[in-house]
């Protein structure tokens, strides 16, 4: 799998790509590309409109999310599968609120998504990649997420130490297993 260029951000002496530049290495998955989120809140800033007039009860433009759902829609009608978990704290975040509201968006797109409440998770479970989110290409290629204090992205990490990637495997298969899907998912 051919990876994004490196781009001059550094975190942590890392060297970061941007969202746009993660968004490319879907351009190469063969089988499958699969996303863990463990935050309760995301500050996009393309969401920032959306989801203040979603608190306020108004209706909610979803064209911000055209180009992911294009991208899903293409990559799942040529066979590759394209999931996530999301662990969440409960009772939810408003932002996990508006995940869950806006979700059968990506799933008409094509993504399969689990919802995990976090207390759920096993006891003593290790998170790799140090509790970061991540999305894991083919089960070669990982693209660690970095946020500021703030919660805004700050790019991601590409990592492809196999004994890394095997722990994000086996961390995978097992949320996968333990998650709701979406439709039998209800917020509390």
């Known amino acids: 799998m051919g990876c994004a260029r490196w781009v001059g951000r550094e975190h942590g002496g890392e060297e970061l790509i941007s969202s746009a530049e993660r968004n490319q290495l879907f351009e190469s998955v063969e089988r499958d590309a699969f996303h863990l ?11 920032d409109s959306p989801f203040t007039s979603w608190l306020r009860g108004e209706n909610v433009d979803h064209s911000y999310m055209a180009p992911w759902t294009r991208l899903i829609r293409r990559l799942t009608s040529e066979g590759r599968t394209v999931r996530r978990v999301r662990v ?18 990506n799933e008409e797109a094509g993504e399969d998504i689990r919802w995990l409440p976090r207390h759920r998770l096993p006891t ?22 970095h ?9 991601s990490e590409l ?14 298969d097992r949320l996968w297993a333990a998650a709701v899907p979406h439709r039998d998912y209800q917020l509390s």
């Open 37 to 47: 989120e463990l935050r309760d809140d995301y500050s996009v800033p393309d969401e």
């Open 147 to 155: 946020f500021d204090g703030d919660g805004r992205v700050l790019g």
């Open 159 to 172: 990592v492809q130490a196999p004994e890394t990637v095997a722990a994000c495997v086996r961390l995978r």
């Open 124 to 145: 003593g479970l290790a998170l790799p990649v140090g509790g970061n989110d991540w999305w894991l290409f083919d089960d070669r290629l990982l693209a660690v997420g």
């Open 88 to 105: 969440v704290t409960e009772p939810p975040s408003p932002y996990i609120r508006w995940e869950h509201a806006t979700t059968r968006l």
